[in-house]
């Protein structure tokens, strides 16, 4: 029989306390993990990025957001830490009976149950697997600090005047590729165009000001694209919350630009740019035109040469590559 983890073994604990209908909410929910729960618990999912959100809710009930109350909460940290106190403050305010925060020692969990051992009673803590997981009755924290962890958290304009939110990519101010990309795809654009990993919609806000016919967003992050919602108000601008890999192949577009990830978590993984430049070659028409920045070191170039033409890439000063190219006939 296997041993239970770390957040399985801390429910298991508390559960004596409460009643057999009890409701769990599990914020930033994780592929890994398996919430089996005692068995009269009801089990809610919160989890923003599309392609987990759509691998979770063959099992579980998923939302991209938390949108209800519930007995008890548990919160897996994320990368940022406001972001991480801002889905705390969420909880805090929408839990009853238990507030559970979990992480790795690599995610930061230490300093998060250094800074709640000074604002509320610790009910237990449980250290297992390079991790730690502990819990504290809601009530009893203080409500101006709550209030702040959600005041920073929440989506406000950034300090280039574009509202953007924490745990985006580059929430704070216009990356630097981006606007290299921007810069390079001026007066290149025509007909419709696609936006693959729009983000908080900088680049297809940058493209609307070209005389082209339509522009969709496809974004993964769901709070990402509530913000691009904000930032363009074109009528020619379309949004689509979605696992970038599941457009349709039969969308077909004249161009497409695009500042793809390259990180899970905290790991490079060049594969997720390599699988953008996949789709962005199925979804676009014949001659249709790629337009992509990217770090230097980024080994995309075999992969764009197998499939397009006139494949040109042009090497910025600041560490990024504009790549460019054509769909073959």
Known sequence: MNRPDRLSEIVNKISVSLPKETKITIINARLESAYDFPNDWEVVLVQSFAPFYDKLMN???????????????????????????????????????????????????????????????????IIKDHGKVFCFDPKKINNEVVYEWEKNSKILKNEAGFFSVEGAFSPRLIDTGSKALASYFSDKLFGRVADLGAGWGWLSFEALKQNIDQLDLYEGYYASLQCAKLNIRDD????????????????????????????????????????????????????????????????????????????????????????????PM
Do not use: C
């Open 59 to 125: 099992s579980y009930r998923v939302y991209p957001e938390i949108v209800e109350t519930s007995d008890v909460s548990v919160v897996n940290i994320p990368k940022s830490k406001k972001e991480g106190y801002g889905k705390i403050a969420e909880a805090i305010k929408l839990t009853k009976q238990f507030v559970i925060v979990n992480g790795g020692k690599l995610e930061g969990i230490d300093s998060y149950l250094k800074k709640f051992s000074k604002l509320v009673d610790i009910e237990s803590v």
């Open 236 to 327: 020619r601008a379309n949004y689509f919350w979605i696992d970038v890999m599941k457009i349709d192949k039969k969308s077909y577009y004249n161009a497409v630009i695009m500042n793809p990830p390259f990180h899970n978590g905290n790991d490079s993984n060049p594969n997720l740019g390599i699988d953008f430049i996949r789709k962005a070659e199925e979804i676009l028409s014949i001659g249709g035109k790629l337009f992509m920045v990217a770090n230097r070191k980024l080994p995309y170039e075999k992969e764009v040469n197998k499939l397009f033409e006139e494949v040109q890439v042009h090497q910025s000063y600041s560490g990024f590559k504009i790549i460019s190219a054509k769909k």
